[in-house]
């Protein structure tokens, strides 16, 4: 198991490498961060003045070898707009992004599991059809239109909940959280639901699927002619033998809540990492989204690893293999 | 007009709560970008000096129609041609309590010219500071120039004391090893308000200034929120939510929504930002043409075909919302200099420009791209589409590139070596005068002498350049008005630029608020008054 671990942890380091050299041949289609930096009036001396000191002239792979040098020492570069550590903002940004992937995954299983369960143990009744039914616009409405309607609906009619940000954060050490506080705890609900609004709906169809297909096999059969209660058979034979790909699913699927909450971010000018890359992204402030697009792969990689210890608890068989 | 009553009302309003106990008002708003830094001479852009030009203070401050008005400065004399002499106000406290003195403003006009600053232009206008006695100096410029107030208000004068106790004597740059750099998350003016807190790119609190100098300035708001909104549909709906007292700025195409809706509305006007459309008349062969061998450009007959070929009402109607004001100038009302003779567009007519096009050897027309940026400007590209469907009327076919403004930028400015045709471009002169719109758009290239750095197509004209030249160093107002006129008239005559019109401002506010809308976009808390 540890030198499973190790294993990949090393892979990770390979696959954060790739990333940020894939990231750094495309920096230079993005455009030219100078403009952004400097006022109209700055004169064109102390312009090539500043690129010169940022080493923006130098060939690509330099700048990416004098990064990734950098960042093995943990020293991700001073932001270009923000004229700050970026492992600093990034640290403060982390918490936000964290909290808000959570709750949404949260939701996403609390909800989409018992969901699934559900429409596949009455896939005929009317609840389930609506169920289903609702699901389709969970897949396939655009993250930014659900988050348009939501504080449309809740924030702007009915103004129940606020339209943005994070509300009233509390401070415990480097992390910020809005557990704590009535306003925070109301700024999550929007932005969470639309996060999870596409994971849950994925959640429940394919725990359905799933146990659709369990249901039909030979020792559920054999279970309920043992004359076991409905209950032990749905949840403990039928329910566990469909969580392998639904731990795999929603392992993958933590990563992109974390990745892909940079449309919710926007959308609800939620403070979080995604926020402040799409903002670098209009600022081509490139320390930035090298820091960034490297964490989320080293997520990426660490979800992976999670999941593939996941299979051993879950599926006996693999253990034995394992032993063998 | 309406503005101003409305102005005088809340400021008699005002007068009269004098009486009563003051009570907290807060007055949130959100702006589509952040406030990058606090460090007063880290960036030299018009949100971050707006907004801080409510926390510092430079010698002249600007009044609610941009007219120059004194500041840190009581008063001002010339002495002679190159020396003025400037008396400061006396018994100012910068917040942090240390006074203000005649070694505050000589140091930050040191600092202001130091490596990272990004305030050089200013910072070079003046050769030397003396200081006579603690609350007289004379400045020296390089050479005669009568609008050195004009760039004043934007030079901020930070405290001495405060600043070296900090290890802050040069500013913020993301160059270099100063990422620990004070004055990039504190701040220590003279001005209404205080920093109270700040993350970037999250939220900045500042609170009133009790001590402030000015006494009877009209604002009556205690507290100000700023949280940087992104996207505009979501910074719409927080106004009309009522989380947020002023949203700016608002898509033209959401007015009739603020309309629509109770207890907000567009606050619109004339920005003093000319959108403009240039050719490049430099090259010998154009880089975006099928026409080889020559350059079109070059031939006034072929720009004048252009200019004529535009509707720019239309524009105006179908794409402003009847909100921008079609110009044949490139420098707006508000700017110093301005010609209301010069200002007509020219006048629509296809059928001339074909004309002109079969007298330049065009009759079929060509093809040529235009550079535009789709992110910079109000509609942009919306602007740039239209051009192009109008010039595709008189046989022009445009090919449109339309890019976020990082690239765009990257490719059509000097560090790029103007790579373009035929490109749109927008500008506020830095300093309100027309002298900076002549020598940044007008005057031949020369980037030793540092000139004519956004004429990014190169029109040259030595007449224009003498008459610049001659402006620069010109005292008398009168006559340096006409040699700006003289010069704008020649650029006229010569189709230098496509004008296309100011842009407009486009504020959301709520009912509870009035505030002033300067003409540079600038919000000045000063002018922020929360109503009962």
Known sequence: MISFIFKRLLQSVIVMLTVALIAFSMFRFIGDPINNMVG????????????????????????????????????????YKYRQPVSKLILERLSATLELSFVS?????????????????????????????LSLIGVSLPTFLIGILLILLFGVILRWLPTFGRGDVVAIGWWTTGFLTASGLKSLILPSITLALF???LIMRLVRAEMLEVLRTDFVKFARARGLPDRSVHFKHALKNTLVPVITITGLQLGSLIAFAIITESVFQWPGMGLLFIQAISDVDIPIMAAYLVLIAFFFVIINMIVDILYYTVDPRLRADSTA | M????????????????????????????AFQGDLSSLDPHSLNESFLLGTLGNVYEGLALYDPNMQIVPGLAESWKILTPTTWEFKLRQGVKFHGGQDFTADDVIFSWERAGRDGSDQKVRNSMIKSITKVDDYTIVVETPAPNPILVQDLPYLFIM???????HGTTSSTSAAGDNAGNYANLHANG????????????????????????????????TEVIFTPIKEAPTRVAALISGELDMVYPVPVQDWERLDNAEGVKALTGPEARTIFIGF?????????????????????????AFVHAINLDAIKEKIMRGAATPTGLLAAPQVNGFVESLNSPYAYDPEKSKALLAEAGYPEGFEVTLDCPNNRYVNDEKICQAVTSMLAKVGIKVDLLAQPKSKYFGKVLATSGYDTSFYLLGWTPGSMDAENVLSSLIVCQNADAKKGMFNLGNYCNPKVDELTAAIGSETDQAKR????????????????????HQQPLSWGVSDRVTVNQRADNGLDYRYVIVNE
């Not at chain 1, 000191?53 to 990416?64: A, H, K, T, W």
């Open chain 1, 40 to 79: 109209q009036d700055t004169s064109q001396a102390d312009r090539e003045q500043l690129a010169e000191q940022l080493g923006l002239n130098d060939p690509f792979l330099i700048q990416f070898g004098r990064f990734a040098l950098n960042a093995v020492e943990g020293n991700f570069g001073i932001s």
């Open chain 1, 105 to 133: 995954a949260v939701l996403a299983l609390v909800i989409g599991i018992p969901c699934g369960v559900y429409t596949a143990l009455k896939a005929k009744g009317l609840i389930s059809k609506g169920i289903m039914t």
């Open chain 1, 199 to 201: 994971q849950m709906t």
């Open chain 2, 2 to 29: 309406k503005l101003r009553t409305g102005l005088f009302a809340a400021v008699a309003a005002v007068a009269l709560a004098v009486a009563s106990p003051v009570q907290a008002k807060t007055f949130k708003f």
């Open chain 2, 159 to 165: 405290d001495k004391e405060w600043s070296e106790e």
């Open chain 2, 190 to 221: 003279t001005g209404p308000f205080m920093i109270k807190s700040h993350e970037a790119d999250v939220k900045t609190v500042l609170v009133r200034n009790k001590d402030y100098w000015d006494g009877d300035m009209p604002t009556n708001v």
């Open chain 2, 280 to 304: 490049d008349q430099g090259r010998d062969e154009l880089l975006y043409s099928n026409i080889k061998g020559k350059n079109p450009f070059k031939d006034q007959r072929v720009r004048a």
């Open chain 2, 481 to 500: 008005n006409e040699m700006i006129a003289e010069a704008f008239k020649i650029v006229k005559e010569d189709v230098g630029y496509m004008p296309i």
